[in-house]
C-alpha cells in the first residue's frame, strides 16, 4: 500500500484505517488503574510519578538528524530519506524496526510540486523557473521552501502509533500549533477542509505526507523567518486567496519589545518543535552518531 497525503490541502484519499492500541494509551490506563487501587492519595502519587519514570525510558526510540541551521539541498535529503524509508520497510516482516527517524534542516530556494501536481499554480514558465523544481512522491500542489523555513522530516512507523492517516496529519498540526503557542505566544488553529497551520488568515505552516506499508516520511515545513517573496510567483498550495505568513513577521506586528535574531528565532522554533513532536508521538530523540550529511554537501 502506497498513499501520497497533500503537503497543502484537499481530501486524503485514505480511510481511517482500525486504530491500534498505543503504548501512550496503554500506560494512561495502568496510572488510571493504580490510582484507582491505592485509597491513599500519597501512595497514588508515588505509584503514579514511577509509572511516568517507567514511560519516559520505555518510549520508542528516534534517531534524530539535527540540521536545523544548515541549508540542504533538496536532492540530497530527499535521496536521504528515501533511503531510511527503503531500509525500514525491510525491517517491517522480520519486526525489527525498532526506531522512527526524526531530521530538521532548511534548503536553499527551491519549489517542490506533488505527484498530481498541475502547472496552473506556477506563475513563471516550468523551463525557465527561477529555482530549482522537484516533482516528488507526495501529495498536494506547489509549494516553496527556502532558507529561513524550518522543515521537519519525521519517518515514522504507524504501526507503533496510529494505524490512520487522517489522525496523523491531524496531530502534525497539533504538534505546531502547540510549539507556538509555547515558544512565542502565538494563537495559531486549523482551516476546516484544508491541511496546514494558519495565524489569522495568514498560513505559516504546510504538510505532506506519504505512506508506504505504513511507514510515513516527507513531513512539515513552517516560515521562521522565511523570505516569502518567492510564494507570489505561485498559487501556494494551489490555495487562491489566502495569505502567507511568518513568525517573524506576526512578532514584529505583534511585539513591542526586544527583536531577536533570525537564528534565535530558529533554534527556538526548532527547539519548541521537536520537543512537542517528541511529547505528542511518546518518542526518545537520540542524536544521530551517523554522517548524515557531509559538510562538503551543505551549503553554509
Known sequence: MVVSAPL????????AATRCSSARSGRRRLV????????????????AALLADAARVSRRRCECFDLHQQIVP??????????????????????????????????????????GSSEEYLHFDVNDSPFEIH?????????????????????????????????YLRSLEDVIIRALQSAFSIKASTVEGLTGVWVGDQKVAAIGIKCSRYIVYHGLALNVTTDLTPFERIVPCGIKGRRVGSIKEILQTASNGRELSDAELMDIAHESLIKEF?????????????????PDNIIN
Open 74 to 115: 533538496f536532492a540530497e535529503s530527499w535521496a536521504r530519506q528515501k533511503s531510511i524509508v527503503t531500509r525500514r520497510k525491510g525491517l517491517v516482516d522480520s519486526n525489527e524496526d525498532h526506531s522512527d527517524t526524526l531530521i530538521t534542516l532548511q534548503h536553499p530556494p527551491v519549489y517542490t510540486l506533488g505527484t
Open 8 to 15: 497543502c490541502n484537499g481530501v486524503l484519499p485514505f480511510p
Open 32 to 47: 488510571l488503574a493504580t490510582v484507582c487501587r491505592s485509597g491513599h492519595t500519597v501512595a497514588a502519587a508515588t505509584d
Open 278 to 294: 517528541a511529547e505528542f508521538f511518546q518518542l526518545s530523540l537520540e542524536p544521530s552518531p551517523d554522517v548524515y550529511l557531509q
Open 135 to 167: 516533482r516528488i512522491d507526495r501529495g498536494g500542489e506547489v509549494t516553496y521552501h527556502g532558507p529561513g523555513q524550518l522543515v521537519m522530516y519525521p519517518i515514522l512507523n504507524l504501526r507503533y502509533h496510529e494505524l490512520d492517516l487522517h489522525w
